[in-house]
């Protein structure tokens, strides 16, 4: 159970990735990768590119010193956008805080659905009470 995290999800051509989450088995879609893609660098160099161009005749060439700042906003809002789409919509699983901290990871779970008790995992009775438990080990 564990090992199905975000280790096992395989990016095709569409870079949508349907798996199951890994606690409460809903199906799921990935839309964000984990990394950049190629086409992420060429917007960001285009990006790049039209800022030093808007900005040529106060800065000259000195509006390239944007771009790794360009670079970071656009990675770190990537990384998050990643990070809130493998968080499962229905029971609160999160797989990078299941590696990082199991403990944790079940408290998001819970704290999760005390906030949303309509969430079709309540209902489902047994099978997610045999679920949180293997979560504790
Ligand atoms: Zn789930």
């Not at 060439?61 to 656009?74: C, M, R, S, T």
């Not at 609160?92 to 008790?117: M, S």
Request: contains cysteine; hydrophobic residues 35%.
């Amino acid at each position: 159970m564990a090992k199905l995290s975000h280790q096992t999800f395989k990016p095709n051509k569409n870079e949508k990735t349907e798996c199951f989450c890994a606690l409460c088995r809903s199906p799921r879609v990935i839309r964000y990768s984990r990394r950049l893609m190629v086409r992420h660098y060429f917007q960001i160099l285009t990006l790049g590119f039209v800022f030093t161009a808007a900005t040529y005749s106060w800065f000259a060439w000195n509006g390239v010193a944007a771009l790794p700042i360009i670079w970071i906003i656009f990675e770190s809002t990537h990384k998050s956008l990643y990070r809130k789409d493998l968080k499962c919509p229905f029971c609160g699983f999160d797989p990078t805080w299941y590696k990082k901290d199991v403990k944790l990871a079940r408290r998001k779970v819970e704290e999760f659905l005390k906030q949303n008790p309509e969430s079709p995992v309540m209902h489902r009775g047994r099978q997610s009470k045999e679920n949180s438990q293997s979560l504790r080990q």
